[in-house]
């Protein structure tokens, strides 16, 4: 897998947890940015809307990489990307049915305030997840020099969807 992602931090060397702390910092406002970002990226009528959304979350992965000084291709970027739908569907599988809804609620003049009403804090805690997800994975790069399997960043997005809808509700 080295010749997916490279860092500039090799495993044995040890990794300056100050520097660590301010790659959060500005992550975590990567991720603010990207909230609102994949909002807006939501607004066309389908399929356009899933597919901006999906930009703006690689997008995400890509920028989050760039923070934690770790190259990453477009190939293990879809395969992260896919393993965090996968663990972020196992948690919103009741919500699909109203998404779904939601989606043919844009196509009807004033029903797309109410798809607009229930989606977008989907889409918000969606891009959370994914970027906090994303977050983990790199600082498992910086910090411990090893990659995670699919199944490993799965369980993050999974971990990390499911304590913002506990805050939520």
Same mark, same amino acid.
């Not at 080295?2 to 300056?16: A, C, I, K, R, T």
């Not at 901006?52 to 293990?76: D, H, P, Q, R, W």
């Given at each position: 897998?080295?010749?997916?992602?490279?860092?500039?931090?090799?495993?044995?060397?040890?990794?300056?947890?100050?520097?660590?702390?301010?790659?959060?910092?500005?992550?975590?406002?990567?991720?603010?940015?990207?909230?609102?970002?994949?909002? &807006? +990226? /939501?607004?066309?009528?389908?399929?356009?809307? &899933?597919?901006?959304?999906?930009?703006?979350?690689?997008?995400?992965?890509?920028?989050?990489?760039?923070? /934690?000084?770790?190259?990453?291709?477009? $190939?293990?970027?879809?395969?992260?990307? @896919?393993?965090?739908?996968?663990?972020?569907?196992?948690?919103?599988?009741?919500?699909?049915?109203?998404?779904?809804?939601?989606?043919?609620?844009?196509?009807?003049?004033?029903?797309? =305030?109410?798809?607009?009403? $229930?989606?977008?804090?989907? =889409?918000?805690?969606? !891009? /959370?997840? !994914?970027?906090?997800? *994303?977050?983990? /994975? *790199?600082? !498992? =790069? @910086?910090?411990?020099?090893?990659?995670? !399997?699919?199944?490993?960043?799965?369980?993050?997005?999974?971990? +990390?969807?499911?304590?913002?809808?506990?805050?939520?509700?």
């Amino acid at each position: 897998m080295s010749d997916v992602v490279s860092s500039s931090l090799e495993p044995s060397q040890p990794f300056d947890e100050a520097r660590l702390l301010e790659m959060d910092s500005l992550a975590d406002k990567v991720i603010a940015g990207s909230v609102v970002g994949t909002m &807006i +990226a /939501y607004i066309p009528p389908p399929p356009f809307d &899933i597919i901006a959304v999906s930009s703006a979350l690689a997008g995400l992965g890509a920028g989050l990489a760039k923070v /934690y000084e770790v190259e990453i291709n477009a $190939t293990l970027l879809k395969t992260l990307g @896919k393993a965090m739908a996968r663990g972020m569907f196992g948690v919103l599988k009741a919500y699909a049915v109203v998404f779904g809804i939601g989606e043919v609620l844009k196509w009807i003049p004033g029903g797309v =305030i109410i798809a607009y009403l $229930t989606q977008y804090p989907v =889409i918000g805690w969606i !891009t /959370y997840s !994914t970027g906090e997800a *994303f977050k983990q /994975y *790199f600082r !498992t =790069i @910086k910090t411990e020099g090893r990659m995670l !399997t699919p199944e490993e960043v799965k369980k993050l997005a999974e971990d +990390a969807l499911r304590q913002r809808l506990d805050n939520f509700f």
